[in-house]
């Protein structure tokens, strides 16, 4: 695993957007794996921002999502698919026709995870795959004591996690108890994994990630297990390394 400590989160975004662009420039049609929170807009500002500018020519980029609340009515604004078309497909210019995730409004949830992952797997797979990370470790909506192994299927989220994420709600009510998630055996197919951590809400999760054990209890530690993983942290972050 390969640690980065840059200055801030702008920093982090600039470095994490130029090898996107990177492989972008290798692979016109790469599949990229997005995550949401706020951690990843800096990345998505900077990308854009390269598009923009000429410097690369993200037109024939595929996005993938990799999680995705369970219930949200169609086009609801907080729903990861709306929020992944906000601020990622739009800016860059793609079409939806661009864009793979799983269906959090399926009346057959465990169907809808399965097609998922068949999906990615038609795709050809995810070639560089955007992690956030929650402060209790998780990755997408992997919560503690998720199976490393496991595939896209629908997990409960925790107090905490509903709490963290009441911010884009009106209360901690409207958060959704059930998620889709790609799985943590699913993610460690991408063959790129980038996690990006910023501010020091971070920096104990980003610690027993990086120098802590491989252990369900902090599912992000299973990027320790993966040949090309590389964890972006800004000092505040990292200030428990
Ligand atoms: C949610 C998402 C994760 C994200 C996490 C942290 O739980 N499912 O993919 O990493 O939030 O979000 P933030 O970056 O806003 O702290």
Redesign the pocket.
């Known amino acids: 695993m390969e640690v980065v400590i840059v200055q801030d989160a702008t920093a982090g975004g600039e470095l994490i957007a130029e090898t996107i662009a990177a492989l972008l420039r290798r692979k016109r049609d790469a599949l990229l794996g997005v995550?949401?929170?706020?951690?990843?807009l800096p990345i998505y500002q900077a990308l854009t921002g390269l598009v923009k500018s000429g410097a690369v020519d993200a037109s024939g980029a595929r996005i993938a999502q990799?999680?995705e609340y369970v219930g949200l009515p169609q086009g609801h604004p907080e729903s990861?698919r709306s929020v992944v078309l906000r601020e990622v497909v739009a800016p860059l210019g793609l079409s939806e026709e661009s864009f793979l995730g799983p269906d959090g409004t399926a009346e057959d949830v465990a169907a809808a995870c399965e097609a998922y992952d068949r999906a990615l797997a038609e795709a050809g797979g995810v070639d560089l795959q955007l992690?956030?990370?929650?402060?209790d470790g998780?990755?997408?909506?992997n919560e503690p004591c998720s199976s490393l192994a496991s595939r896209t299927r629908i997990k409960t989220l925790t107090r905490q996690?509903r709490e963290?994420?009441a911010r884009f709600f009106d209360s901690i009510d409207d958060v959704p108890h059930h998620?889709i998630?790609q799985g943590i055996g699913t993610i460690l197919e991408a063959r790129h994994l980038i996690l990006l951590a910023t501010g020091e809400g971070?920096a104990e999760a980003v610690a027993q990630t990086v120098e802590g054990p491989v252990a369900a209890l902090v599912p992000a530690s299973a990027l320790q297990l993966h040949p090309h993983a590389t964890v972006v942290v800004d000092e505040a972050a990292a200030s428990k390394l």
């Open positions: 995550a949401t929170g706020s951690t990843p990799l999680d990861y992690l956030g990370i929650g402060t998780h990755i997408g909506f996690t963290d994420n998620v998630t971070k």
